[in-house]
């Protein structure tokens, strides 16, 4: 058989049907898993879980010889979406007990619900070679598709770059990662990536189209797909250190209108954003650029207090004297 879609896990649920964890083993039969591609482990980043679900049904049609001039080398193995039930209403959480599903890893068999599902997700990926974790930021702040570093390996390093985002962007772990899924991860050894794409509850076809392409190069450049044609990127491929992050946090507080778009390359002195008095409609505040670099991330709630993050910029060839910043939305 060359392809499956069964479940990871059945679990009991309160008043409820029995749920479970669907996922795709695509090419079960070429033998050990390759690469396993994960998303949705929060309810509501949506970009990760249609683009994973997309990749899985062209996948499951190169295995099956419907896409002329492509094969499948390799198993590859999706879970589209770990948070089943945090979907159903666009929740980042794990809706009955409000646990963050990524600070659960690496699992316990015999534990709570969440427990058992962070095992079930570990114990199924852990003889991938490669694994990539899909996020997106969160509901108040956009990011450019980039791949995210904790400490990697050289290895990760290069094979980042095989996704063909524009940025690899590099962040010092702090102590609550212990219990993400990509930091448990590394005790397994492998090339383990993050994925963070766009912004938490909507779906951005635009950053979608980038992240399946890369999936695409990636999973051609590592032996997996074969007779694979694209087109070739129009950016370059640039790698960031944990140092190179500029955070621009606000001063001020109101309505925050950005006409920017995620991706964009900005000059000091450019407008991030302009901050309008709610009432009034007098414009308060311009929020300038104050270095040149590429804009990885942007604040979308309008409503802005003072001490919000605004945008993040991307430095190139220099580095920030500001703290590393937080990481929203992992
Ligand atoms: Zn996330």
Not at 13 to 19: I, V
Not at 146 to 155: A, C, I, K, M
Request: glycine residues 10%; aromatic residues 8%; hydrophobic residues 40%.
């Amino acid at each position: 058989m060359a392809e499956r879609e069964t479940a990871l896990l059945r679990m009991t649920a309160p008043l409820r049907e029995p749920f479970e964890i669907p996922y795709h083993d695509i090419g079960s039969e070429l033998g050990r898993v390759r690469v396993a591609l994960v998303g949705g482990v929060h309810g509501n980043e949506l970009n990760g879980v249609f683009v994973l679900a997309r990749l899985a049904s062209y996948l499951r049609r190169v295995a099956a010889g419907e896409i002329g001039g492509q094969r499948l080398l390799g198993r590859v193995l999706v879970v589209p979406a770990v948070n089943v039930f945090g979907m159903n209403n666009g929740n980042r959480r794990w809706p009955f007990d409000g646990t963050d599903l990524n600070r659960m890893f690496p699992g316990y068999d015999a534990g709570e619900t969440t427990q058992r599902i962070a095992h079930a997700v570990f114990e199924a990926t852990r003889e991938a070679a490669y694994r990539i974790d899909v996020h997106s930021s969160n509901v108040d702040f956009e990011e450019m598709p980039q791949v995210r570093l904790y400490e990697p390996t050289e290895e990760e390093r290069r094979a980042a770059r095989h996704l063909g985002l524009a940025a690899v962007i590099e962040r010092r772990p702090d102590k609550v990662f212990t219990a993400t899924l990509g930091h448990g991860w590394r005790s397994l050894g492998g090339v383990n990536l993050i994925v963070q794409v766009g912004r938490a509850g909507m779906l951005q076809l635009p950053h979608c189209t980038t992240l399946f392409r890369g999936f695409i190069e990636f999973l051609d450049h590592i032996g997996v797909l074969e007779g694979v044609e694209l087109a070739e990127i129009e950016h370059d491929v640039l790698a960031f250190s944990e140092r190179q992050t500029f955070a621009i946090v606000s001063e001020w507080s109101g309505l925050l209108v950005s006409p920017l778009r995620v991706g964009d390359w900005v000059k000091g002195g450019d407008a991030l954003g302009r901050v309008f008095d709610p009432f009034n409609g007098e414009e308060k505040h311009v929020i300038r650029a104050p270095v040149d670099g590429l804009l990885s991330g942007v604040r979308r709630q309008p409503l802005l207090f003072q001490g919000d993050l605004v945008a993040c910029i991307q430095l190139v060839g220099t580095e920030s004297t500001h703290p590393p910043i937080s990481n929203p939305g992992q």
